[in-house]
Nanobody
Framework: QVQLVESGGGSVQAGGSLVLSCRAS?????MAWFRRAPGKEREGVAL?????SRTYAESVKGRFTVSLDHGKTSLRMIDLKPEDTAMYYC?????????????????WGQGIQVTVSS
């Protein structure tokens, strides 16, 4: 069974930065980050595929950067805003996915909290 182990997260003030990391127990073709803010649906944030191509949600473009290195994906977040407050989830798929679509990912981490205060 594939395992995803997340780390990082925490609380920062607006304008601050954080890095989230997620290590997979085996190679997976696509790795991504989703988030669920209080009272909202889970949404895709950033995706990186094995070929290095990336997809970002419009709301985080220019502020978030996703990377992949030997089975570990990292999400570097700068200029954080209160609306970035959410539980962030690492997700992974065995195949190259088309985009940030939840059903294309077979494996999910347990989530890690990010809180941004104004």
């Amino acid at each position: 069974q594939v395992q995803l182990v997340e780390s990082g997260g925490g609380s920062v003030q607006a304008g601050g930065s954080l890095v989230l990391s997620c290590r997979a127990s085996e190679y997976l073709a696509s790795m991504a980050w989703f988030r669920r803010a209080p009272g909202k649906e889970r949404e895709g944030v950033a995706l990186i595929r094995g070929d290095g191509s990336r997809t970002y949600a419009e709301s985080v473009k220019g502020r978030f950067t996703v990377s992949l290195d030997h089975g570990k994906t990292s999400l570097r977040m700068i200029d954080l805003k209160p609306e970035d407050t959410a539980m962030y989830y690492c997700a992974a798929g065995r195949w190259v996915v088309s985009g940030l679509v939840e059903r294309e990912f077979q494996y999910w981490g347990q989530g890690i909290q990010v809180t941004v205060s104004s």
